[in-house]
């Protein structure tokens, strides 16, 4: 299935602790996302990467580490995690050309819900 | 940068009346206005867009409409079916090259009661 994938899809774990969650597309797409969606479910962007390279920072902390080894793939490190950190990663992927064409279509991940304890 | 609002939070209606969710967007310079509809345990999926040389869009039971000069955009659901039940999400973004990204709004919860 053509698809964005994201492992794991539960994570819990203890304050302090690092942890990694990891994403892949195969739509050939040229850029992803990570979104965080909070208890009150408002979806805020993290970070976006084009073809491996970072496009939008949007004010993480420098705890939050994003990694592109290539442009199918996008994984989120995070160090040192706080209570505050609990949340759903979403990722998501788009096209460029299609951002050209006028569309900025988002392709979401099911999400990875981070519970820190 | 841009401010997206959306009301009302939650929306409570019975199967086969009309929904409408509202949403006002900040920077004139936006030009591409998606839906995402995400059901329970599911990333959002986008439903329906508009962009801004278009008034309206219709798909089905699904409408937007779009007014650049009040900025401002709704979506219109109508003949709800319990599937419908989910959280809605408006969004707005300036198309233009890598560094364009999607505002969203805070979202909107659907219940479509039999």
């Known amino acids: 299935d053509t698809a964005v994938s994201q492992t794991p899809k539960y994570l819990v774990t203890q304050m302090g602790n690092d942890k990694s969650i990891k994403c892949e597309q195969n739509?050939?797409?040229?850029?992803m996302y990570w979104y965080k969606q909070d208890s009150k479910k408002f979806l805020k962007i993290m970070f976006s990467?084009?073809?491996?390279?970072?496009?939008i920072n949007e004010t993480v902390p420098n705890r939050f580490s994003p990694k592109s080894p290539d442009k199918a793939h996008l994984n989120l490190h995070i160090n040192s995690l706080e209570l505050g950190d609990s949340a759903v990663y979403f990722c998501?992927?788009?096209?460029?050309?299609?951002?050209?064409?006028?569309?900025?279509?988002?392709?979401f991940g099911a999400g990875s819900r981070l519970t820190v304890l | 940068g841009e401010n997206v609002e959306q009301h009302p939070s939650t929306l409570s209606v019975q199967e086969g009346d009309s929904a409408v969710i509202k949403c006002t967007y900040s920077?004139?310079?936006?030009?591409?206005f998606p839906w995402y509809k995400q059901e329970l345990g599911k990333g959002p999926q986008l439903i329906i867009d508009?962009?801004?040389?278009?008034g309206e869009k219709k798909d089905q039971r699904i409408a937007v409409t779009l007014n650049k000069t009040a900025k401002h955009f709704s979506l219109h659901i109508t003949e709800t079916q319990p599937e419908d039940s989910a959280v809605y999400f408006c969004?707005?973004?300036?198309?233009?090259?890598?560094?364009?990204?999607?505002?969203f709004g805070t979202g909107t919860r659907l219940q479509v009661t039999l």
């Open positions: 998501a992927s788009r096209t460029l050309a299609g951002v050209r064409s006028g569309a900025n279509v988002l392709t």
């Open positions: 739509l050939g797409h040229d850029t």
């Open positions: 990467y084009n073809n491996k390279e970072l496009i």
């Open positions: 920077d004139s310079a936006s030009n591409y």
């Open positions: 508009i962009r801004s040389n278009v």
């Open positions: 969004a707005a973004s300036i198309s233009t090259g890598t560094a364009s990204k999607l505002t």
